[in-house]
């Protein structure tokens, strides 16, 4: 009943910028969560950036300083602003969200989206 929207991918030179913003949608009750995951080729799937609800926004290392995350409860939405892209950033990039339904709005769920290719080129 919660679906999670992804937009903003495509290819980019070294250097350049991307936003990718990620909509829920559904019988929501409340978000604890959202972030944003990437998987590169032959790698494990990784997090990249996460805002918590009462906490400050986590990032993993290698973003901090190129990557802001933000959240806009209003309207379900994360999005995550990339700069100064490099070609390790290439991966695809998958949306997640924690959240409770109004049908049980004490329980909590991960939702994911189907993810968008970010390719940087050299």
């Known amino acids: 009943q919660v679906q999670l929207v992804e937009s903003g991918g495509g290819l980019v030179q070294a250097g350049g910028s991307l936003r990718l913003s990620c909509t829920a949608s559904?019988?929501?009750?409340?978000?604890?969560?959202m972030g944003w995951y990437r998987q590169a080729p032959g790698k494990q799937r990784e997090l990249v950036a996460a805002v918590i609800s009462g906490s400050t926004p986590n990032y993993a290392d290698s973003e901090k300083g190129r990557f802001t995350i933000s959240r806009d409860n209003a309207v379900n939405t994360v999005s995550l602003q990339m700069n100064s892209l490099e070609p390790e950033d290439t991966a695809v990039y998958y949306c997640?969200?924690?959240?409770?339904?109004?049908?049980?709005?004490?329980?909590?769920?991960?939702?994911w989206g189907q993810g968008t290719q970010v390719t940087v080129s050299s």
């Open positions: 559904g019988s929501i009750f409340s978000i604890k969560a």
């Open positions: 997640n969200a924690n959240v409770a339904t109004k049908f049980i709005p004490t329980m909590f769920n991960n939702y």
